[in-house]
């Protein structure tokens, strides 16, 4: 995948997930973005940010103590040291901090 074709893929996945918060409440969850960075700030004081970084061809996420390095593949982003999946990863962070079910 070169560069051109990772910016769009991760740009997608980005705008995905900005996407399923639109029907949340901002007292919930607040969405801000900023020069491609994707801010969620939850209703229990978590901030979860959320941004492509192009030079390591990975979506990184950090919330409360961690941070994860997702890695584009045929069917999503998936974390290169644990396995875990972008999408189901976040669900979980929200769903237990704040109570929010989202649709990715």
Known sequence: M???AFDQFA???LTRIEDAFADVDP???DV???DGVLRLDLRDGTRV???SHRAARQIWMAAVSTAWHFDPTDTGWRAA???EEL???LK???ADRVGVQLTL
């Open 2 to 4: 070169d560069d051109a």
């Open 11 to 13: 740009r997608d996945e």
């Open 27 to 29: 007292d919930q969850v």
């Open 32 to 34: 801000s973005t900023s």
């Open 49 to 51: 940010v959320i941004n």
């Open 81 to 83: 040291r644990s396995g």
């Open 87 to 89: 999408h189901a990863t």
């Open 92 to 94: 979980k962070l929200v």
